[in-house]
């Protein structure tokens, strides 16, 4: 009854969904501005379903990644929560601030959801939809949800505790925007549930020039998700701030005129150094697309994640101690247009003669939407880099020397907007999703440890070792989790499964799709001392076993997963 009941509440959202699509196109007068009321109760209706109707609920699971297995918390976050965008930072005293692209600021501490009397600058961003709304920015369509904020810090000062944000900002009288960096002080030692911060109580730090006039190319007028907007601490009283090239040098041709990412006077494309309290900006690298993750490790290099085109998404590395580096868009990229023509069309798209080079360039795309430095987390991965992606992927880049040499992708299945490694040694993501992903090295046995466990516990001396053997050889193609694929499907559950049915692995053999009986243990253990003599003509390239090997494993499979 509860299964039915939660299939018509889906099905009515999606309906409304649907009828959203519609009337708001209908209602904008097909500009594609998505504020009105139709487009609001279709923005929520896809929160509920990407909360999976469970606000405030938590799932835990287990991953195997390499070298380390994790324990996966997953917060599913209130719908007060503006999704897609924002960003987060350490809380004082504990928990996780979340600045949503609404530029609202929440704490999650403690399993729970507070928002806090924290008012930010105003963006502009609802005379940027009246305009719009009224044909004063031309033709082009206009999303709202991409003008945004688009990151927190905290920093904790002597007498002060600094809150630093960055946002995209509207200027309606100039009918053009840009990127503010802002500062609002709190006494220190007052918890930020007791913070009282007004609109007018930020200081601006800084202003990006020039302010950026509609887009005239695309099918934007504005486009506000190539914003960058990053912020991390430096040593001292400093911070470094990334600002994006709103699209602006996507559509690059050689005409004589440099492009924004390139151009003297421009502060877009680049990372600065910006002191906290004077404003004074310092740019530490031009040449970037959009600057979504940065990072800084306890040496003082810089960390940061360019977020490319069709390809060419960029891992790049900055000394403290170089002048300004150039990393070369829209001149150079590993990436292309997305009708497959030469990015910057000056023919050099894939040489960096002249520009230095990313540390390691992403081909097909990741979207790198944030990135962490692993300083203390856990030894076998510690001095490595931590790459969200906006395209359902962590990417782990371990760094020997200086080099990339190992690049590791783990399926998330959502879009990490933002990480932060937090004092206790855990890994916090802020999904596109309504979601808190919570990461830390794994203290419960995994299902690997508990196979070869109970082999020690229950198996007699003299086929211990064969029987570890054949498990271990198991292990060569097989995962032992939920979802987890190699050159064969996961075991995770496999006694009461049917063969080639599961949906995460599609290389299964015709043979094995057609098969209809399940395994049990006696059918396993048959089918691990000799696959061909149980289902003929599949592709395991596997000869066979000691018969009473394979029934131990299959008893152990059976018994432990």
């Known amino acids: ?50 909360s999976g109707l469970t606000s405030g609920q938590e799932s835990t699971t287990q991953i195997e990644p390499n070298r380390l297995p994790l324990t996966q918390r997953v917060v599913n976050l209130p719908l007060s929560v503006a999704y897609y965008g924002g960003g987060i930072d350490a809380a004082p005293g504990g928990g996780v601030l979340i600045l949503d692209r609404l530029g609202r600021v929440h704490l999650f501490d403690k399993g729970e959801m507070v928002q806090l009397n924290v008012e930010t600058p105003d963006n502009g961003l609802e005379a940027l939809i009246e305009q719009h709304a009224l044909g004063l920015l031309g033709d082009k369509g206009f999303r709202p949800r991409g003008f945004r904020f688009n990151d927190v810090l905290v920093v904790d000062r002597k007498q002060t505790t600094d809150l630093l944000i960055s946002y995209s900002d509207w200027d309606a009288e100039r009918l053009c925007y840009r990127s503010v960096l802002a ?6 030692g ?8 007004g609109r007018t109580d930020w200081d601006i730090l800084h202003v990006t020039e020039p302010c950026l006039p509609p887009l005239t190319v695309g099918h934007m007028a504005v486009q506000g998700i190539e914003a960058g907007g990053r912020l991390a601490r430096l040593s001292g009283d400093s911070v470094v701030w990334s600002v994006g090239a709103y699209e602006w040098d996507d559509a690059f041709r050689e005409t004589g005129v440099p492009p924004y990412a390139q151009r003297e006077g421009s502060d877009y494309g680049r990372v600065f150094r910006v002191h906290i309290d004077t404003g004074e900006t310092v740019s530490l690298a031009r040449g970037l697309r959009n600057p979504q993750g940065l990072a800084v490790s306890g040496d003082g290099r ?21 002048a300004e580096y150039n990393f070369g868009w829209p001149y150079v990229t590993f990436g292309t247009h997305y009708n497959l023509d030469p990015a910057g069309g000056t023919g050099r798209h894939t040489g960096h003669e002249g520009y230095d080079l990313p540390l390691v360039s992403f081909v097909p795309s990741i979207a790198p939407g944030t990135v962490i430095y692993l300083g203390d987390f856990h030894p076998a991965w510690n001095g490595d880099v931590l790459i969200g992606g906006l395209r359902g992927t962590l990417e782990r880049v371990h760094v020997v020397d200086g080099r990339a040499i190992l690049v590791e992708s783990l399926p998330t299945g959502v879009r990490s907007r933002d990480m932060l490694l937090t004092d206790d040694g855990q890994i916090v993501i802020l999904t596109d999703h309504l979601q808190l992903i919570i990461l830390r090295p794994s203290v419960v046995p995994t299902a690997t440890d508990r196979v070869f466990s109970a082999i020690d516990d229950v198996v007699d001396t003299p086929l211990r070792q064969p029987v570890a053997d054949l498990f271990e050889a198991c292990l060569q193609c097989h995962q032992m989790v939920e979802g987890g694929t190699g050159a064969g499907p996961s075991l995770h559950g496999v006694c009461g499964a049917k063969p080639g049915q599961d949906g995460t692995f599609q290389q299964y053999s015709e043979a094995l799709k057609n098969q209809r009986d399940i395994w049990s243990e006696d059918r396993l253990a048959a089918f691990i001392a000799n696959p061909q003599s149980v289902v003929p003509d599949n592709r395991m390239a596997w000869d066979g076993a000691d018969r009473k090997a394979a029934e131990l494993v299959a008893r152990l499979l059976c018994q432990t997963l």
């Open 183 to 188: 500062k609002a002080s709190v006494p220190n």
């Open 190 to 197: 007052i918890a930020p549930v007791d913070w009282s911060v």
């Open 302 to 322: 810089i960390w940061l994640t360019d977020h490319g085109m069709r390809g060419g998404d960029e891992l790049n590395v900055i000394e403290p101690s170089r």
């Open 1 to 50: 009854m509860a299964r039915a009941t939660g299939f018509r509440l889906t099905l009515l959202i999606l309906l409304v969904l649907a009828v959203g699509v519609v009337l708001g196109m209908w209602v904008a007068g097909q500009r594609l501005v998505q504020d009105t009321f139709v487009a609001r109760v279709e923005r929520k209706a896809v929160a509920v379903l990407r």
